[in-house]
Every structure is written in C-alpha cells, then in structure tokens.
C-alpha cells in the first residue's frame, strides 16, 4: 500500500514521511506527543520566530524549516492528510517537480506573511503549504470545468471558519498560503510552457524569500516597532 501511495505521488508522499519523521523525533526529544514541541531541541532550533532569527546565518531557514514541525499528533495528522489528498491531485496535473516547488513556495511565502503581520507569536504546521495546494487545486478544478470546485471552494471556507473559530491557529500562515497559492496557481495556469511555469513559480518563491529576508534584516537592526506593523 505505501509503495502504490508513493508511485501515485512521490513527493506528496515523501513530504508526508518526513513529516512524520519530524514529529517522531520531537516527541522522543520532549517524551510527549502532546507536548512534543516542549524540551525539543529540533522545535527550538526550528520553530517560526522572528526574535530568533537573526541568532546565526542559517536563521531565516526557520521559515522553511516550521513548516515540517507540528503542536501535537492531531494537528500533524490533519496537515499531512490533507497535503497527501490535495498534493496527489497537482502532482497529477503538474508532475513531481512542480509540486515539489508549490510546497516549498508556499510554505515560505506563509511564513514571510506570518513575519511581517504576526511576528510576536511563534507559529509552526505545514498548513501554509497546504493553503498552497489548496488555491492551486481550486485552479486545477476550475480548468477541468467539473463539480470539484465547489468542494474545492467549501474546503477552503471550513478550514478559514476553523482558523477564525480556533485559538492559537495561525490566521495570518493561512492567509498567506492561500495568496500564494493563488500567486502560483495565475503562473503555473497562465502559459503550457513548463519552462514559463517555472519561471513564474521561480518568481514567487524569489518574492516570498525576499519578503522574509527583509523582514529579518528590519529586526536585526534593532528598530523597535520591529514586531509590530
């Protein structure tokens, strides 16, 4: 059955598994998988902070880094069963190495979001990401003129009421998957050209690395309304 998931959509898959790995290491780091993130040195070496990332040169890579850490086993469980379902359709549409880029770009571009409208609140999930796929799927679906768009649609707005409804879910990570998403989904549709997809995907990326190195530097330099807009 793995291998047969894995043949369907290997990077989906293999994003899924090292997620997984990830949350495993941190809970035998913390001996909680409640509490996984608490005496974990992976969590504190990972998680999405901004007052912590300008403590070495490889700070920024938090942005990318929190997106493979979860707050417990439910939130994880959640995350990579929706990224596995979505991902399996833009690997479908776009191929391995597109999607691939789609994880990376939104997982990135939600954190620059986060960076620069939430920077007080440690955030962590591979939810950006997800929100990512999930405006690309809601593209994939429109192109295909079928009734998955409304499911693609109405699994959107469920999951915006749950951040809004829920304490401690990053509202601004979500935002910020989904626009980028929405970025991608414009480039990735607006040519058949593989080495245009690239391009555009490639400048979306570029603007969200960019977006969070910015914001990085702000702070270093000690301005003190750094962690408030």
């Known amino acids: 059955m793995a291998r047969n998931l894995y043949r369907q959509a290997p990077v989906s898959a293999a994003t899924v598994v090292l997620i997984v790995l990830v949350f495993v290491v941190t809970a035998v780091q913390s001996r909680s998988i409640t509490?996984?993130?608490?005496d974990s040195g992976l969590g504190d070496a990972w998680i999405l902070y901004l007052p912590l990332m300008d403590d070495s040169a490889f700070g920024p890579l938090r942005a990318l880094g929190s997106?493979?850490?979860?707050?417990?086993?439910?939130?994880?469980?959640?995350?990579?069963?929706?990224?596995?379902?979505?991902?399996?359709?833009?690997?479908?549409?776009?191929?391995?190495?597109?999607?691939?880029?789609?994880?990376?770009?939104?997982?990135v571009g939600a954190s620059a979001t986060v960076l620069w409208w939430s920077p007080e609140y440690p955030t962590v999930g591979a939810s950006g990401a997800v929100y990512a796929l999930m405006a690309v799927f809601v593209a994939i679906a429109y192109s295909r003129k079928n009734s998955q768009v409304g499911g693609a649609?109405?699994?959107?707005?469920?999951?915006?009421?749950?951040?809004?409804?829920?304490?401690?879910?990053?509202?601004?990570g979500h935002l910020g998957g989904l626009a980028t998403g929405a970025l991608l989904a414009a480039a990735?549709?607006?040519?058949?050209?593989?080495?245009?997809?690239?391009?555009?995907?490639?400048?979306?990326?570029?603007?969200?690395?960019?977006?969070?190195?910015?914001?990085?530097?702000?702070?270093?330099?000690?301005?003190?309304?750094?962690?408030?807009l």
């Open 67 to 107: 997106g493979l850490l979860h707050a417990g086993i439910g939130h994880m469980l959640i995350n990579v069963v929706l990224l596995f379902l979505i991902g399996r359709e833009t690997e479908a549409t776009f191929g391995s190495p597109l999607t691939a880029g789609i994880l990376v770009t939104g997982a």
């Open 188 to 228: 990735l549709f607006g040519t058949r050209r593989t080495t245009a997809r690239w391009l555009g995907l490639g400048a979306v990326c570029a603007v969200a690395v960019a977006a969070v190195l910015i914001r990085v530097a702000e702070f270093s330099t000690g301005d003190p309304g750094a962690l408030l």
């Open 35 to 38: 509490g996984n993130l608490d």
């Open 153 to 172: 649609l109405v699994l959107i707005g469920v999951n915006l009421a749950y951040t809004l409804m829920t304490p401690g879910v990053s509202l601004w």
